[in-house]
């Protein structure tokens, strides 16, 4: 039983970068398409789709993950903030850029999953999922 999917998404694409791999794969759910999304607005993964094997029944996402053009990580740290054990919320104004806006923090809002930026941007505040740089 996985007690935090939302971490075993943030390992699996944090040991998928380290080896150099071109896709991720894990099981769907609304937060993590939400989660791929961001990290395709933000530019640190190139797509995401979501696939379907005729034997198994649930959904699985797949993820395109982003190399520079020398195999360079564009994802170099991910971390997840808020934890199962220990929630973190923050309002709008309280967000921080991450690395003087070198990074983004994941938001879950009420109006769905944004970074930071956006999250700033529409004054929406939030559970704050991850941060990466």
């Not at 944090?14 to 989660?35: I, Y």
């Not at 104004?93 to 003087?100: A, E, G, K, R, Y």
């Not at 994941?106 to 999250?119: F, H, K, Q």
């Amino acid at each position: 039983m996985m007690t935090d999917p939302i971490a075993d998404m943030l390992t699996r694409i944090r040991n998928a970068v380290r080896v150099e791999r071109p896709v991720v794969e894990m099981p769907l759910s609304k937060v993590k398409r939400g989660l791929a999304e961001v990290l395709k607005r933000e530019g640190y993964i190139w797509d995401w789709h979501e696939e379907q094997e005729d034997h198994e029944p649930a959904k699985r996402l797949c993820i395109d993950l982003k190399y520079g053009p020398n195999g360079e990580r564009v994802i170099r740290h991910i971390k997840r903030v808020s934890k199962p054990g220990r929630r973190v919320y923050s309002r709008a104004v309280d967000l921080q850029p991450v690395l003087n806006g070198l990074g983004i923090s994941v938001v879950s809002t009420s109006r769905g999953v944004l970074s930071d930026r956006e999250a700033r941007q529409k004054k929406l505040g939030g559970e704050v999922l991850c941060e990466l740089w």
